[in-house]
T-cell receptor, first 115, second 109 residues
């Protein structure tokens, strides 16, 4: 079955540590996205990539980094520079980036807690 | 600034009908999306509207009025499994999605 796999589902981190969240898709989608979801707020875009070896900052990129070395993979690193990293992180993909009916397929999410 | 407003929480009874409203102010418009998200799970796509009017898909319908900056999601014959958050999102002129905070729908027997 085609879909998006995020891992780990739950992650605990000490302050000052970097952590990498995995996102893999087998949908052959060109575009991939990372969102952050906090209670009472809409999804906020961290980074997105419309093609391999290229990515753009979203609205809240500070303290995060990504890579897109393969079409299927778009890992997110939460660095120690991110001041409030505890959140639910969602990875998504779509066939292409800039089109109207751009339906996103989401992964099941990764919940990061900083101790 | 860009803004999407939807009620924080709604309660309805099993078997009834509920309407979840979404109003928006964005820089341009390239369509409006509704997603369903069960607690702790991935959002899943429900509907997409780009022209004014009603789109019906089984028990779910979505309406759009571009002149009023308004949409609603109508859920009929409510079932307990419809208890979830419903997210409204608008694609702006740069093809960026602007998301509402979501409406948590509680279904009571």
């Amino acid at each position: 079955d085609g879909g998006i796999t995020q891992s780990p589902k739950y992650l605990f981190r000490k302050e000052g540590q970097n952590v990498t969240l995995s996102c893999e898709q087998n949908l052959n989608h060109d575009a991939m996205y990372w969102y952050r979801q906090d209670p009472g707020q809409g999804l906020r875009l961290i980074y997105y990539s419309q093609i391999v070896n290229d990515f753009q900052k979203g609205d809240i990129a500070e303290g995060y980094s990504v890579s897109r070395e393969k079409k299927e993979s778009f890992p997110l690193t939460v660095t120690s520079a991110q001041k409030n990293p505890t959140a639910f992180y969602l990875c998504a993909s779509s066939p292409s980036g800039a089109s109207g009916a751009n339906v996103l397929t989401f992964g099941a999410g990764s919940r990061l807690t900083v101790l | 600034g860009q803004n999407i407003d939807q009620p924080t929480e709604m309660t309805a009874t099993e078997g009834a009908i509920v309407q979840i409203n979404c109003t928006y102010q964005t820089s341009g418009f390239n369509g409006l999306f509704w997603y369903q998200q069960h607690a702790g799970e991935a959002p899943t796509f429900l509907s997409y509207n780009v022209l004014d009017g009603l789109e019906e898909k089984g028990r779910f319908s979505s309406f759009l009025s571009r002149s009023k900056g308004y949409s609603y999601l109508l859920l009929k014959e409510l079932q307990m499994k419809d208890s979830a958050s419903y997210l409204c999102a608008v694609m702006d002129s740069n093809y960026q999605l602007i998301w509402g905070a979501g409406t948590k729908l509680i279904i009571k027997p």
